[in-house]
């Protein structure tokens, strides 16, 4: 689908009434959503595992919550996996169903060599674990409750009402980027809010435009063309939000509310060099760093420090 198409799609279905709940069924009756590819998740298992490693972190014994759970729970089932004491799942909308919680499952257990080979725990632990996890006829809530993890929807990290120096790890996956500007503030000074000394945020943060998707004639980085203004009418609405903060701003952030940077890494993936178009682009971003134009994603790992 075309860019221009998908926004205004989204601009379409966020103007009528229960406009969000419609474009969700059809999504998963018809289109990507009952049709996805779960295997695709895996890389989000990659990544997490990375930072972790790269900033000797640990999971294990530790309370999480976690920002934005979308449709598949993976990354809660990872951490579970990995030894995790108690998983507080949130998000702004309820979205998860059994069948998802399942497909997800199952996609772990299909490559849990894989997996196990990442984080270093045994194949046959996480196979048994996650089989646990599986909801069969129950309510996947139910069951994984009764394993330590809870899901929160609708639920408003920004503004929560969780206990202070209380949570280990707080991450999110492909979410942040999603956010409003004024929303994230909250999020990272309610973050250092709730995390004890020497917890850490561990965020992979998508950084490029959601709507070129497979349109060839668009680079990842059109949306970057826009002013503030063009793009809050063409580009955003209520439905499908996009801040196009540059890593930096993710940075800067941390820092401000008090967080140590231990990881920040660029990842360019399919944003080549020769995309990058100075002059197309909006005053706001056309002397920013190449680093910061060309990145697709952003991994930061940032520990509080008192």
Same mark, same amino acid.
């Given at each position: 689908?075309?860019?221009?198409?998908?926004?205004?799609?989204?601009?379409?279905?966020?103007?009528?009434?229960?406009?969000?709940?419609?474009?969700?069924?059809?999504?998963?009756?018809?289109?990507?959503?009952?049709?996805?590819?779960?295997?695709?998740?895996?890389?989000?298992?990659?990544?997490?595992?990375?930072?972790?490693?790269?900033?000797?972190?640990?999971?294990?014994?530790?309370?999480?919550?976690?920002?934005?759970?979308?449709?598949? $729970?993976? #990354? $809660?089932?990872?951490?579970?996996?990995?030894?995790?004491?108690? @998983?507080?799942?949130? !998000?702004?909308?309820?979205?998860?169903?059994?069948?998802?919680?399942?497909?997800?499952?199952?996609? #772990?257990?299909?490559?849990?060599?894989?997996?196990?080979?990442?984080?270093?725990? =045994?194949?046959?632990? #996480? /196979?048994?674990?996650?089989?646990?996890?599986?909801?069969?006829?129950?309510?996947? &809530? =139910?069951?994984?409750?009764?394993?330590?993890?809870?899901?929160?929807?609708?639920?408003?990290?920004?503004?929560?009402?969780?206990?202070?120096?209380?949570?280990?790890? @707080?991450?999110?996956?492909?979410? #942040?980027?999603?956010?409003?500007?004024?929303?994230?503030?909250?999020?990272?000074?309610?973050?250092?809010?709730?995390?004890?000394?020497?917890?850490?945020?561990?965020?992979?943060?998508?950084?490029? =435009?959601?709507?070129?998707?497979?349109?060839?004639?668009?680079? $990842?980085?059109?949306?970057?063309?826009?002013?503030?203004?063009?793009?809050? /009418?063409?580009?955003?609405?209520?439905?499908?939000? &996009?801040?196009?903060?540059?890593?930096?701003?993710?940075?800067?952030?941390?820092?401000?509310?008090?967080?140590?940077?231990?990881?920040?890494?660029?990842?360019?993936?399919? @944003? &080549?060099?020769?995309?990058? &178009? /100075?002059?197309?682009? =909006?005053?706001?971003? /056309? !002397?920013?760093?190449?680093?910061?134009?060309?990145?697709?994603?952003?991994?930061?790992?940032?520990?509080?420090?008192?």
């Amino acid at each position: 689908m075309k860019w221009n198409q998908k926004a205004m799609i989204y601009n379409l279905f966020s103007m009528m009434p229960k406009g969000e709940t419609l474009f969700e069924a059809i999504r998963m009756k018809f289109g990507s959503l009952g049709n996805f590819d779960v295997t695709v998740r895996l890389k989000s298992v990659d990544k997490m595992a990375y930072m972790l490693a790269e900033t000797q972190k640990a999971v294990e014994g530790e309370a999480l919550v976690e920002i934005g759970s979308g449709w598949h $729970p993976m #990354l $809660p089932a990872l951490f579970h996996g990995m030894g995790a004491s108690a @998983i507080t799942m949130t !998000d702004i909308n309820p979205h998860i169903c059994n069948e998802a919680v399942a497909k997800t499952l199952e996609c #772990l257990i299909c490559d849990v060599d894989k997996v196990s080979e990442l984080i270093s725990i =045994d194949a046959e632990t #996480l /196979r048994n674990k996650w089989r646990k996890l599986l909801p069969g006829t129950h309510d996947w &809530q =139910d069951v994984w409750r009764e394993h330590g993890i809870t899901y929160r929807a609708p639920f408003d990290f920004s503004n929560c009402d969780l206990e202070s120096d209380s949570i280990g790890v @707080i991450y999110s996956n492909s979410c #942040l980027g999603y956010v409003p500007v004024p929303v994230l503030q909250g999020i990272f000074s309610e973050a250092e809010r709730v995390l004890r000394t020497g917890g850490i945020m561990l965020h992979r943060i998508t950084t490029y =435009d959601d709507y070129s998707g497979t349109d060839r004639s668009i680079t $990842p980085i059109n949306f970057l063309k826009f002013n503030e203004k063009q793009w809050a /009418r063409r580009g955003n609405s209520s439905m499908h939000f &996009q801040n196009r903060r540059r890593p930096d701003f993710y940075e800067s952030l941390a820092k401000e509310n008090g967080f140590i940077i231990r990881l920040a890494e660029r990842l360019s993936e399919h @944003i &080549q060099p020769e995309m990058l &178009q /100075r002059e197309a682009l =909006d005053q706001e971003f /056309r !002397d920013l760093p190449e680093e910061e134009l060309l990145c697709a994603h952003l991994l930061l790992v940032a520990e509080k420090a008192s």
